[in-house]
């Protein structure tokens, strides 16, 4: 059973930078896993951020960003702000099945 | 601008099966992409259950496997998922969503809750 791995929580300050990071027990991830990532708000449902690695939406904000990053697919947010405080899961495909990463809670503080 | 809408019975037994529903507005099923069902149980993560082709090609999440069916209804533009043998494990939040082309998950429901309870 393939695991895809986030951090449970990370904590930073307005205006600084957050690294969320994406993992698979299989290996290192590679553009071939599409990694995708959404955001979620309390009582919200999933709202896409970005795609195919690094592709964003037209409503993604301009200060979110997605790489790979040591193995990982990794997504930064810029200049945080508060409203980015929220769970951010990010989502691999592996051949016919996608697999969600338990989800990382960002507060701003 | 596509929507999708969850509708289906907001409590099922034990040992029963689940069926929900997702209504496609602003687009076609019958377009290029392909329509995906995900859950949540109240307080985790988001669960991907499987995906299907206007056609009636189908991908399902392992675990799931052995109880899942999904299916298309050209004719109402919508398509359907069947989850049988509850348990208060399949307790959760159940979205429906897009996916576009370039793997994109682009479009979601508002989620619909299911409560496995007797």
């Known amino acids: 059973q393939t695991v895809v791995t986030q951090e449970p929580s990370l904590t930073v300050s307005p205006g600084g930078t957050a690294t969320l990071t994406c993992a698979s027990s299989?290996?290192?991830?590679?553009?071939?896993?599409?990694p995708s990532w959404f955001q979620q708000k309390p009582g919200q449902p999933p709202r896409p951020l970005i795609y195919?690695?690094?592709n964003k939406h037209s409503w993604t904000p301009a200060h979110f960003s997605a790489s790979l990053l040591g193995g990982k697919a990794a997504l930064t947010l810029s200049g945080v702000q508060p409203e980015d405080e929220a769970e951010y899961y990010c989502l691999l495909y592996y051949g016919v099945a996608w697999v969600f990463g338990g989800g990382t809670k960002l507060t701003v503080l | 601008q596509v929507q999708l809408q969850e509708s289906g019975p907001g409590l099922v037994k034990p040992s029963e099966t689940l069926s929900l529903t997702c209504a496609v507005s602003?687009?076609?099923?019958?377009?290029?992409?392909?329509w995906s069902w995900v859950r949540q149980p109240p307080g985790k993560g988001l669960e991907w259950i499987g995906e299907i082709y206007h056609t009636g090609s189908t991908n399902y999440n392992p675990s799931l496997r052995s109880r899942v069916t999904m299916s298309v209804d050209k004719s109402k533009n919508q398509f359907s998922l069947n989850l049988s043998s509850v348990t208060a494990a399949d307790t959760a939040v159940y979205y429906c969503?897009?996916?576009?082309?370039?793997?994109?998950?682009?479009?979601w429901g508002q989620g619909t809750l299911v409560t496995v309870s007797s």
């Open positions: 969503a897009r996916k576009s082309l370039g793997n994109n998950f682009d479009y």
């Open positions: 299989s290996g290192a991830v590679t553009s071939t896993y599409h």
């Open positions: 602003g687009g076609s099923i019958s377009s290029t992409d392909w």
């Open positions: 195919s690695l690094n």
